[in-house]
């Protein structure tokens, strides 16, 4: 079982930058690939980015592709995504989740999720 909680989001302007956090449980996280989602207002929830367990492996939505960084510290069961050059279409609620095979894009190969953090960029 592992339980995530993200933390970072807030409001920001369009060409800033935000690093949200996601905070995991349990002795296993290394295992894990971990991946972030967003779901903006009256859309469904997109793939952003994922990582392996062991960082070397990185994968990114073409949207994201160049302004977010995608990294992990399992020193500290920790997963980061680094968000610089934001646009206002880049406001949504960002989920991070983990699951205990090789990394995806696709959310529903996901066992875990967090509850989501707001990120909102004005323009």
């Known amino acids: 079982q592992v339980q995530l909680v993200e933390s970072g989001g807030g409001l920001v302007q369009a060409g800033g930058s935000l690093r949200l956090s996601c905070a995991a449980s349990g002795r296993t996280f290394k295992t894990y690939t971990m991946g972030w989602f967003r779901q903006a207002p009256g859309k469904e929830r997109e793939f952003v980015a994922a990582i392996s367990w062991s960082g070397g492996t990185t994968y990114y939505a073409d949207s994201v592709k160049g302004r977010f960084t995608i990294s992990r510290d399992n020193a500290k069961n920790t997963v980061y995504l680094q968000m610089n050059r934001l646009k206002p279409e880049d406001t949504a609620v960002y989920f991070c989740?983990?699951?205990?095979?090789?990394?995806?894009?696709?959310?529903?190969?996901?066992?875990?999720w967090g509850q989501g953090t707001q990120v909102t960029v004005s323009s």
């Open positions: 989740a983990a699951r205990s095979t090789i990394a995806s894009i696709i959310e529903t190969l996901y066992d875990y």
